[in-house]
């Protein structure tokens, strides 16, 4: 998404700096409620408005994925990660991120859903 490309332009910040502001602006965008009320009505029927056509779930689920990543493809030739299949580093990178919003949407009261950043940072370490 175009919210991610300030977070991305600065070619000479810490890539774990970078990757730590990405995880925490994604977390960050799952709590606008707009976006809370999109995930639960996905939840509870995307599947079925998918087949019917009525969405494109996949499209829905990949918004914002060309500039992560590109994001990774520069991390990889500078050598900060290790060369490795884009999209499986992709969903290695957003899988827990995408736990966490399924925690936050059923209300669960653990820590890392009461501390996001705290979270983000550790994910990324």
């Known amino acids: 998404r175009e919210r991610l490309e300030p977070l991305t332009a600065d070619r000479s910040a810490d890539p774990r700096q970078l990757l730590e502001r990405l995880a925490v602006a994604i977390l960050e965008s799952f709590l606008v409620e707009r976006e809370q009320k999109l995930f639960r ?10 087949r019917e056509g009525r969405i494109n779930l996949y499209e829905r689920l990949a918004c914002g994925r060309a ?10 030739r500078e050598g900060v990660l290790r060369r490795a299949d884009v999209e499986v580093t992709a969903l290695a990178f957003l899988a827990p991120l995408a736990i966490w919003r ?3 949407a059923i209300d669960a009261d653990l820590p890392m859903i009461r501390q996001p950043r705290l979270f983000a940072r550790q994910h990324v370490d």
């Open 102 to 104: 399924q925690l936050h």
């Open 67 to 76: 500039r992560l990543d590109a994001v990774l493809r520069r991390l990889m």
């Open 41 to 50: 009505i996905l939840m509870s029927d995307g599947l079925r408005l998918a």
